[in-house]
């Protein structure tokens, strides 16, 4: 495993609350506070002076591909669509606003662009309180924003602005939202200690989860849930048990709560599974494949696991000086960026050995 924390990923050493890794890993968005923490900003930057000690070095390798300060508070999430066209950020102005690349001339080669420009298309109004989570759905037909207002809003991606539906059921702030991945369910999490599952077929509430959530006293910033990408199990943020902190495995099979991904010493913040599956052989009876996920939490650490495996893969204690806020998976599945409330980034690198080999997806 190598571990970078790239010390020129800031924002001006205010918080970073969210981060994404653009599907083709040539760049990554992060989003935070704007100068003078009164506005907010969304930064694109080059992820090759990241992942290359070398190319890090080069003065004519750029690190900011574009800096958009549009939004009129804080940012708290910033998540590319899945074909990587469009960047969605929301944040504390109440706004999503929908980014796309504007190209000049003939493109010249990525490594020689000294920046990039990106226009925001769209201005996406539905929420009365700040927005603290977004997800696009599998193939980009929706997008799920969710509030402190208490409410889910899907948005329909060809017909932007226009809303598809708003899901009210949760009695407290919404701070979480996940697609399975088929775009079947659409899950979100609350400060009202419960994870909510739609179905997208019509929008009903096809299962409330509270028990795993009883005991939570303390609240967090965020809670970002995740599906497992063979959408076997869904994996919640902030649980309780026995007076310790968990992520709870959410079992797709009945919405059972039986297991749980334990050891941190704080709230669990935020969950990402890595979108691609794994295998320790390509063939025979040992072909057994399993998923990764990674959880942060308020404790500052950060924790990889297989669900092959009964005890975490790593676990990085200390990482940062404050509450992990996102986590980012790269979609070749060997790395991931994750963001801190301390203003800071980290790069981790897992190698072929560590996680095992990537299974295709007719196989998964």
């Known amino acids: 495993m190598k571990l970078f924390k790239p010390p020129w990923v800031t924002h001006d050493e205010k918080p970073v609350f969210s981060i994404d ?3 083709d890993e040539s760049r990554f968005a992060t989003g935070g506070q704007g100068d003078g923490g009164s506005s907010g900003k969304v930064i694109i930057w080059n992820m090759t002076p990241v992942v290359n000690e070398k190319e890090e070095a080069k003065e004519n390798v750029p690190k900011v591909l574009c800096v958009m300060d549009n939004h009129l508070a804080c940012v708290n999430c910033v998540r590319w669509s899945c074909n990587g066209r469009y960047l969605a ?4 102005d109440r706004l999503i606003m929908i980014w796309h690349r504007v190209c000049l001339g003939v493109n010249p ?7 990039e420009r990106w226009r925001c298309s ?3 109004k539905g929420h009365t309180g700040d927005v603290l989570d977004l997800a696009w759905s599998p193939g980009d037909q929706w997008l799920a924003s969710c509030s402190i207002d208490n409410t889910v809003v899907v948005w329909d991606v060809q017909k932007f602005p226009a809303i598809t539906t708003v899901l009210k ?3 407290s702030l ?3 939202v996940t697609w399975d991945p088929v775009g079947s369910y659409l899950a979100s999490q609350s400060d009202d200690k419960t994870v909510k599952v739609w179905k997208t077929l ?6 409330t989860v509270s028990k795993p959530f009883e005991e939570c006293s303390a609240t967090t910033h965020v809670l970002r849930l995740s599906w497992s990408p063979d959408g076997g199990i869904l994996v919640s943020a902030h649980a309780m048990n026995n007076s ?3 992520a709870q495995i959410i079992d797709r099979d009945g919405w059972r709560t039986d297991m749980d991904f334990v050891g941190h010493r704080k709230a669990i913040t935020c969950t990402r599974f890595n979108s691609r599956m794994f295998s320790k052989s390509k063939t025979g009876e040992d072909f057994k494949p399993y998923t990764c996920c990674a959880v942060g939490s308020r404790d500052r650490s950060l924790s990889v696991w297989l669900t092959s495996l009964r005890r975490p893969l790593v676990v990085v204690h200390d990482l940062f000086d404050d509450s992990l806020m996102d986590i980012s998976w790269s979609y070749s599945g060997y790395s991931m960026l994750c963001c801190s409330w301390d203003g800071t980034v980290a790069y981790v690198r897992f190698t072929a050995e560590e996680l095992g080999q990537t299974i295709s997806q007719e196989e998964k």
């Open 244 to 246: 310790g902190p968990t």
């Open 122 to 124: 769209h201005t996406l």
């Open 89 to 92: 950020s929301g944040g504390d």
């Open 174 to 176: 919404v701070k979480g």
């Open 169 to 171: 059921g949760h009695s």
């Open 21 to 23: 890794i653009h599907p």
């Open 109 to 115: 080669p990525f490594k020689t662009a000294i920046g």
């Open 202 to 207: 019509d929008w009903k509430l096809e299962a």
